[in-house]
């Protein structure tokens, strides 16, 4: 089973319009609505690929229940909600149909107490149990947890399950210090951390160097459309998967996420894992829907896939 951890899900609404006219009251035809959240997303893709999955989220509010209700009977997985009082977000895109372009209204996360942070710690080491990978999944909520990832992840390998950060910013930062087996930054997010540009493939390979020398076993930089560095041990390579029109992106790393979370609880090798991980990243961008692809979109794009090593 992989448990996938979502400090800070939404209730994720897409509203299509034909063009945006601000200060005006415009009517849309259709909307979507599912769970968000970069764990959630994870979970999704995992499900989506035929494996067993279940995500915990801090929920709170008629809006946590209803991300909640959309996890079990949307997506058909198994959650585990912690309920604080603070309501969750919710985050309405706008998507201008004629244009393909989005606007995106975030809400603020739930605040949480000294007292749901303790809840959330006993609610995980129960969680944890049975779990062969557990994936820590995008910021957190309230600055009260920026530590969170580095509290759990013991727990998560005490219990005997391999550890996948996917964060940006002080939660990623501290989480490194309690040396998760996988990360997955993206260029953005590691120029962040390690104080450098990545403007050129030396440095790309001089910052993935620098995350083993903080214990981390796996290491995998995401690229985009241009794919993925991934280094362990003596492996190292870059993946490229094959140009697509691209559709949506959001939520592409979280389904490559699950793709390695699934060759690592299934015990794959690593070039194995990479081209399933980065397969699903590129399927999840050829539709709106995050994390709706089929397996055989998987398999043709897997296909395609271009291994270099380094």
Same mark, same amino acid.
């Given at each position: 089973m992989i448990l996938t951890l979502t400090p800070n899900?939404?209730?994720?609404?897409?509203?299509?319009?034909?063009?945006?006219?601000?200060?005006?009251?415009?009517?849309?035809?259709?909307?979507?609505?599912?769970?968000?959240?970069?764990?959630?997303?994870?979970?999704?893709?995992?499900?989506?690929?035929?494996?067993?999955?279940?995500?915990?989220?801090?929920?709170?509010?008629?809006?946590?229940?209803?991300?909640?209700?959309?996890?079990?009977?949307?997506?058909?997985?198994?959650?585990?909600?912690?309920?604080?009082?603070?309501?969750?977000?919710?985050?309405?895109?706008?998507?201008?149909?004629?244009?393909?372009?989005?606007?995106?209204?975030?809400?603020?996360?739930?605040?949480?107490?000294?007292?749901?942070?303790?809840?959330?710690?006993?609610?995980?080491?129960?969680?944890?149990?049975?779990?062969?990978?557990v994936t820590f999944n995008g910021t957190v909520p309230?600055?009260?947890?920026?530590?969170?990832?580095?509290? $759990?992840?013991?727990?998560?390998?005490?219990?005997?399950?391999?550890?996948?950060?996917?964060?940006?910013?002080?939660?990623?930062?501290?989480?490194?210090?309690?040396?998760?087996?996988?990360?997955?930054?993206?260029?953005?997010?590691?120029?962040?951390?390690?104080?450098?540009?990545?403007?050129?493939?030396?440095?790309?390979?001089?910052?993935?160097?620098?995350?083993?020398?903080?214990?981390?076993?796996?290491?995998?930089?995401? $690229?985009?459309?241009?794919?993925?560095?991934?280094?362990?041990?003596?492996?190292?390579?870059?993946?490229?998967?094959?140009?697509?029109?691209?559709?949506?992106?959001?939520?592409?790393?979280?389904?490559?996420?699950?793709?390695?979370?699934?060759?690592?609880?299934?015990?794959?090798? $690593?070039?194995?894992?990479?081209? $399933?991980?980065?397969?699903?990243?590129?399927?999840?961008?050829?539709?709106?829907?995050?994390?709706?692809?089929?397996?055989?979109?998987?398999?043709?794009?897997?296909?395609?896939?271009?291994?270099?090593?380094?």
């Open positions: 899900p939404c209730v994720d609404k897409t509203i299509f319009l034909p063009e945006l006219k601000v200060g005006t009251f415009m009517r849309s035809e259709r909307y979507t609505c599912i769970p968000g959240g970069k764990g959630t997303n994870v979970s999704r893709a995992v499900k989506a690929l035929g494996r067993a999955t279940k995500a915990m989220v801090i929920v709170g509010g008629h809006s946590g229940a209803h991300v909640v209700e959309m996890i079990e009977q949307q997506d058909g997985v198994e959650c585990i909600p912690v309920r604080v009082a603070s309501p969750t977000r919710t985050i309405t895109t706008v998507l201008e149909e004629t244009i393909h372009r989005q606007t995106a209204f975030f809400e603020p996360g739930s605040k949480i107490t000294p007292g749901e942070v303790q809840h959330i710690v006993e609610t995980f080491r129960q969680a944890v149990q049975g779990a062969k990978v309230d600055p009260i947890l920026n530590g969170l990832y580095r509290q $759990l992840i013991p727990i998560a390998k005490d219990a005997g399950a391999i550890t996948i950060l996917d964060s940006h910013g002080a939660s990623f930062a501290l989480g490194l210090e309690a040396a998760p087996y996988m990360i997955k930054p993206n260029v953005a997010e590691t120029e962040e951390l390690v104080g450098f540009r990545l403007d050129t493939m030396e440095a790309k390979w001089k910052a993935v160097t620098h995350f083993h020398g903080r214990g981390v076993e796996l290491v995998v930089l995401s $690229l985009g459309k241009d794919g993925a560095l991934v280094s362990r041990g003596a492996e190292r390579f870059h993946i490229t998967p094959p140009a697509i029109e691209e559709v949506n992106p959001v939520g592409s790393g979280d389904a490559l996420v699950a793709g390695f979370a699934i060759g690592l609880a299934e015990n794959m090798p $690593l070039t194995e894992m990479a081209t $399933l991980g980065v397969a699903a990243g590129t399927a999840n961008a050829m539709s709106w829907d995050i994390g709706h692809f089929t397996r055989e979109e998987v398999d043709a794009v897997r296909a395609q896939i271009l291994v270099q090593s380094a």
